[in-house]
């Protein structure tokens, strides 16, 4: 196929204001939704800080990523969240282990609403009393979090495959942790992380380059913030082998379900991780996916009544592939998944197998295009990671059937899988 067929969407123009604030946009002819994603290389895994050239190390509670990305919608004016609203627009914030993003989504008042969102971002106002208000709440969403199988699968197995690296880490952090966050603690990350040459500004919709770049320049100085004096962020040293292989928990859940982590080796993608990535993607579709062996087996002989659920994790420092099931023969759903990756560590994945997943998986990218909220979020994960989005589905299709197989010989190698179990209560498993 011609490489045109796998340029789905515009190439982002970008321009870096004098600030050092990068401005990215992604024109979408005809489209009527506006998106702003206003977003900073901090997430919840930095934990320990210092500014360049300072001995003096800075450290902040687990959950002050995700703390401050709360406060910064209460403002002097009133709540954002309300003013965006005023204007007709949708905004919204997220905190993941390596960014904070804030944005809103807008049919009109496109510039009254980026006004906004750069006041947000760059003017914080924390005081006692809100950041002891603000407290209640987030240990109201941790013990939310706590009742959530979903979430707490996800959280602990996390916490089994990795031993050091701050992956491991809730963004809401824990009630203790929490209770040490302070104005001066959030106002000393957000000195830090929240400069203009940390942050991308991404615009996504029908709109004129030329006017993004223009207005956010005056209002880039409107708002005034200074480049900063460079954060150095300590990196953490994980070993290969995951760092608990069993675990159980009891929850409100109607039946067992089966987390399984497999953990790939941070010493074998150090570099460029996109390609990496993608052939777990391949990999794991071809494994796991509705049409393999594995699913329909698993199928037929009743050990599953659906699909799998499975997802890979990639970035620079760690990678993994988790898969997900519901089932009351434990023992043997495992026991066949260890099998069969066994099979393709020894025998690789046959072509046919290969073909198809990557067909599926072209065919599944090329669809996400046409959405303008994928698109906004995954293009500022690449770009901070140091990839681009819009190559993913090129580096897709020159990804070829060695590439897989390598990486299932060092992925599906012995020490590399947890396992964690969510049982049902005696309450919930008498009904």
């Known amino acids: ?52 050239g300072d001995r003096e190390e800075y450290e902040l509670p687990m959950g002050t990523a995700h703390f401050l990305e709360h406060k910064l919608f209460e403002q002097e004016k009133g709540n954002m969240e309300e003013r965006f609203a005023e204007l007709g627009a949708t905004s919204n914030a997220f905190t ?39 407290k209640s709440i987030i240990k109201q969403e941790i013990s939310m979090t706590r009742d959530d199988p979903d ?17 491991a880490i809730d963004p809401a952090g824990t009630p203790e942790s929490v209770d040490e966050i302070s104005p001066e603690v959030l106002y000393a990350a957000h000195d830090a992380f929240y400069s203009p040459d940390n942050m991308t500004l991404l615009v996504v919709g029908d709109v004129d380059s030329g006017d993004v770049f223009s207005v956010s320049g005056m209002l880039d100085s409107k708002f005034g913030m200074k480049p900063s004096e460079g954060v150095e962020v300590e990196e953490a040293t994980e070993p290969g082998i995951v760092n608990v292989t069993e675990r159980e928990l009891t929850m409100d859940v109607a039946r067992p379900i089966v987390w399984i982590g497999i953990k790939d080796d941070p010493s074998a993608y150090t570099g460029w991780t996109q390609k990496r990535s993608l052939a777990a993607s ?19 002989d009743g050990v599953i009544d659906d699909n799998l659920s499975y997802e890979e994790h990639y970035a ?18 495992v026991a066949r998944i260890t099998a069969s990756l ?30 303008e909220e994928f698109i906004a979020y995954e293009y500022l994960v690449d770009r901070f990671r140091g990839m681009e989005l819009m190559d993913r589905p090129v580096v897709l299709q ?21 396992v964690l179990t969510i049982m049902p209560s005696k309450r919930q498993a008498g009904k």
Request: proline residues 4%.
């Open 1 to 52: 196929m011609k490489d045109g067929f796998f340029k789905p969407i515009e190439q982002a123009e970008v321009k870096v204001l004098p600030s050092g604030l990068e401005v990215a946009v992604i024109r979408k002819p005809g489209f009527v939704r506006k998106y702003a994603v206003f977003a900073t290389r901090f997430g919840s895994q930095v934990t320990k800080f210092r500014f360049s």
């Open 96 to 134: 993941s282990n390596d960014i904070t993003g804030y944005l809103f989504c807008s049919d009109g008042n496109f510039y009254e609403c980026l006004e906004l969102l750069f006041e947000l971002v760059y003017r914080p106002v924390f005081s006692d009393e809100g950041v002891e208000s603000e």
């Open 151 to 167: 979430w707490m699968g996800y959280r602990t197995l996390l916490t089994m495959l990795y031993s050091n690296h701050p992956i």
């Open 282 to 300: 391949v990999l794991i579709e071809a494994v796991f996916g509705s049409s393999s062996e594995l699913n329909d087996s698993l199928y037929t």
């Open 316 to 333: 620079p420092g760690f990678g993994y592939i988790n898969v997900v099931a519901a089932t009351d023969r434990k023992e043997e759903l």
């Open 342 to 371: 066994l099979k393709v560590c020894k025998s690789g994945v046959d072509s046919e197998s290969f073909e198809l997943a990557k067909r599926r998986l072209t065919g599944a990218l090329l669809r996400s295009f046409d959405s």
């Open 398 to 418: 020159e990804i070829c059937l060695d590439d897989v197989n390598s990486l299932a010989r060092s992925i599906f190698e012995p020490g590399k899988m947890s």
